[in-house]
């Protein structure tokens, strides 16, 4: 494993990209950023733009300008991000990409690897279809896979689980339509840096991990 990883995960919504995030965290001690996730917990309290939150909720992406900022803001330029860092969700256009590499480039660095989580808009769908969060820690769950030990309750605090607001199938179809649109390019852009890895997705989380982690060892 190379020491520091810089990670981006790639892939379509639902393919799994916050689940792995969590097992490098886990596994490796690299902090990971979802900025998803960071606008729900922003939203949760309060303190996000109307106008924001309702380009999210039906599935439209927030403006590379502003996802650039907040990346750089709250995470890039934090001392948590310093010795290596797993990014979820960012980028997702090639303006975001070129924004990272310029980022990086001028502290000398780059990144290590771009994981591209490989999975058919079909399964993403059922996962989606199927996912609960709680609402109090983000813990994630899925009715179909990774169900919580009380049905519909968090393992971790109890709370009643929820979807969430831009799981409604509209909004999922605007949300794959969209990683075709302008996020899909991505694995040609990393891949002709060389520093593209793809897994197939459909396997178990667990086996999903394993695999990252071999095609990581065997790139240092
Ligand atoms: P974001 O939160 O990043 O959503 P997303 O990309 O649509 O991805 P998801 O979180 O839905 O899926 P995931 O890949 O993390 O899958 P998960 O691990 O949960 O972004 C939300 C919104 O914020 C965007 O639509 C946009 O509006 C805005 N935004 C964020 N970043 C932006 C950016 N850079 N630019 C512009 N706008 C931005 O897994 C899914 C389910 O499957 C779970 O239930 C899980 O338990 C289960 N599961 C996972 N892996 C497996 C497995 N191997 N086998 C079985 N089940 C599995
Ligand atoms: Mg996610």
């Not at 190379?2 to 490796?28: C, D, N, Y």
């Not at 934090?78 to 990014?87: C, E, H, K, N, P």
């Not at 990086?104 to 989606?128: C, N």
Request: glycine share 8%; hydrophobic share 40%.
């Amino acid at each position: 494993m190379v020491e520091h990883p810089r990670i981006v995960l790639l892939g379509l919504p639902g393919s799994g990209k916050g689940t792995q995030a969590a097992f490098m965290t886990k596994a490796w001690g690299v902090p990971a950023f979802s900025s998803g996730e960071y606008f729900r917990n922003l939203r949760r309290a309060g303190a996000l733009s109307a106008e924001i939150a309702a380009k999210i909720s039906a599935g439209g992406l927030v403006s590379d300008e502003d996802v650039s900022a907040i990346v750089v803001e709250a995470f890039l330029s934090t001392q948590r991000a310093q010795a290596g860092f797993v990014l979820d969700g960012y980028p997702r256009t090639v303006a975001q990409a070129a924004f990272l590499d310029e980022y990086l480039s001028k502290q000398s660095l780059g990144l290590s690897a771009v994981i591209y989580i490989d999975l058919p808009e079909e399964v993403a769908f059922k996962r989606i279809a199927g996912r609960r969060i709680c609402p109090q820690d983000g813990d994630v769950y899925n009715v179909h896979y990774s169900p919580s030990s009380r049905e519909g309750f968090c393992d971790r605090c109890g709370s009643a689980l929820v979807q969430r607001d831009d799981d409604r199938e509209e909004s999922v179809s605007v949300r794959m339509r969209k990683y075709d649109e302008v996020t899909k390019v991505l694995t040609g852009y990393y891949a002709r840096r060389h520093i593209l890895i793809s897994v197939d997705g459909s396997l178990t989380p667990d086996d999903v991990f394993c695999r990252i982690a071999q095609e990581l060892d065997d790139k240092a």
